[in-house]
């Protein structure tokens, strides 16, 4: 089952725009995970926020979590081409001990 | 380095055919991870390892079957049983189930 549903599903800015992609998910959580994925590659670990957090920084990177709306969102500031892939929310499925990803969006950031 | 090694990175499937999928990593951690990715779409979880000598079915599990005989490796088969194979699929591996996951780079399996 897919706990996670992104949106947009697709996004597409300029070079120094800032990129905002949310999340929502269906049951409670322990955690929940942002994750980046290159196209052909493997994902990247970017951020993990607990259930009782509200907000956490990584750089360029703020995720936010509303546990009462179940949903959580990332913001990427001052965005590079670089950044240009696929991003993943992921939840821990309590009791099961594994993560349940969502279906991503993909950003597309232009020079 | 320490990391997850996955391969090969291309594998074609011939009809009938029972092909395996290589997973190992040094990183010790105890819980690994098969993951499956369609064209576009998120990652779905096939089986799981929490422990060496122990696995559970994901969501997708059917056609597809996994050992962990020791801790550092996790091979999947995809049997003849999976009539769709085509497909990326993703290896993971993390200290602790429901934490961090590191990734593998992939093997895309394509149908012959």
């Known amino acids: 089952s897919q706990q996670g549903e992104e949106d947009p599903q697709a996004l597409s800015i300029q070079e120094g725009e800032n990129a905002t992609m949310n999340c929502s998910y269906k049951?409670?959580?322990?955690?929940l995970q942002w994750y980046r994925q290159n196209s052909g590659r493997g994902l990247v670990h970017l951020i993990l926020i607990r259930s009782n957090e509200r907000e956490k920084h990584s750089g360029r990177l703020r995720v936010t979590l509303d546990t009462s709306k179940k949903s959580s969102s990332l913001l990427i500031t001052a965005s590079r081409a670089a950044d240009t892939a696929s991003y993943f929310c992921a939840t821990d499925d309590t009791g099961f001990q594994k993560l349940v990803f969502g279906t991503g969006t993909r950003l597309l950031v232009s020079p | 380095d320490g990391g997850i090694t996955q391969s090969p990175k291309y594998l074609f499937r011939k009809e009938g055919q029972n092909v395996t999928l290589s997973c190992e990593q040094n990183l010790n951690h105890d819980a690994m991870y098969w993951y499956r990715q369609d064209p576009g779409q998120g990652l779905r979880l096939i089986y799981y390892s929490q422990i060496v000598n122990d696995f559970q079915k994901g969501d997708i599990a059917e056609g597809y079957s996994v050992s962990r005989e020791k801790k550092e490796s996790f091979p999947l088969t995809v049997t003849s049983a999976q009539k769709n194979p085509t497909a990326f699929y993703l290896c993971?591996?993390?200290?602790?189930?429901?934490?961090?996951?590191?990734f593998g780079s992939g093997t895309q399996l394509s149908v012959l």
């Open positions: 993971a591996s993390s200290r602790d189930g429901g934490e961090k996951l590191f």
């Open positions: 049951t409670s959580i322990n955690n």
